[in-house]
């Protein structure tokens, strides 16, 4: 299994490294020749003005020119896709990795004394499907809001606000409806913290991390709601989707300390027990 994941990891690396060097090549040969196609046109159009006979020539270049620009975008933008797939693949092989690595990482068996990574199930037995992407939201806010790369950050922002995360499928269509790129979304929404890439359960629970709250606990208050509620490593979210545990700065309640948040709630002075629960009002509700 982990050398599986070794393998998955160095692969995926190796392909990381082709896509960004593909793009690069691909960014400096457009930053040589765009100027200079530019300049090949502008010199035949003054041509045209003073023999017309040249215009078919001129029409023969631009179709070129242009031909040359649209392959290369299309070629880009499916490069792009591709290395986002294959950093995702590298970070999940690579948090395998070091998981394994581990001897007594969060999630063992020495943990749990269970199987917590297998995705709890609901009082059926069945595990939730996925929630339905209504692509429908996107077109209209992109006809209000408008195609230009200007706008990416406050289309980003809607669609988070919307789905409360940002959904794959949401995103290819941002792509076809405007002139952002898939690189582009990529980049912006991992620079951004408040941007989210997997789906968010019903309750958002924060714990604070901030000074007066880690040192009262907060690390053990964490371990133990992810413990509880089976949240597998590396995500954030339970599998029934119900709960959301994100770390945050401080609340601005420190004499509460350690404190925690569900959906806007507070409650403080809590131990690893008494943050659990916390969270029992909420539990019966259905997932998101
Ligand atoms: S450090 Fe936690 S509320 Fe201030």
């Not at 582009?184 to 997997?198: C, H, K, L, N, P």
Request: net charge positive; with cysteine.
């Amino acid at each position: 299994m982990r050398t599986a994941a070794r393998t998955a990891a160095l692969a995926s690396g190796g392909l990381i490294a082709l896509c960004v060097a593909i793009l690069l090549t691909d960014y400096a040969i457009a930053s040589r020749r765009g100027p200079k196609d530019d300049q090949l046109i502008k010199a035949e159009q003054e041509q045209v003005k003073s023999d017309a006979a040249l215009a078919p020539k001129l029409a023969g270049e631009q179709k070129r020119i242009t031909a040359a620009r649209l392959a290369r975008k299309s070629r880009d933008n499916a490069i792009a896709w591709l290395l986002i797939l294959a950093s995702a693949v590298f970070l999940t092989a690579a948090k395998r990795v070091v998981k394994k690595s581990l001897p007594h990482g969060r999630g063992s068996d020495r943990d749990t004394g269970s199987q917590p990574l297998v995705p709890s199930r609901d009082r059926q037995g069945a595990i939730p499907a996925p929630p339905q992407i209504d692509l429908f939201f996107v077109d209209e806010l992109v006809a209000r809001e408008g195609r230009g790369k200007e706008a990416a950050i406050i289309l980003l922002q809607a669609i988070q606000s919307h789905y409360r995360y940002l959904p794959d499928e949401a995103l290819h269509r941002l792509c076809e409806l405007t002139e952002i790129t898939p690189a582009e979304v990529a980049g912006t929404s991992s620079f951004y913290g408040q941007f989210r890439r997997s789906p968010v359960g019903k309750h958002v629970v924060r714990v604070c991390h901030g000074t007066a709250c880690h040192v009262a606990g907060a690390r053990q208050i964490t371990e133990e709601l992810r413990r509880h509620l089976k949240i597998p490593e590396g995500a954030d979210t339970d599998a029934e989707r119900l709960f959301t545990v994100d770390e945050v700065a401080c609340l601005g309640c420190c004499s509460l300390a350690p404190v925690l948040t569900v959906d806007g709630h507070t409650s403080g002075r809590l131990t690893p027990a008494t943050a659990c629960h916390a969270l029992a009002p909420f539990a019966e509700t259905e997932p998101a």
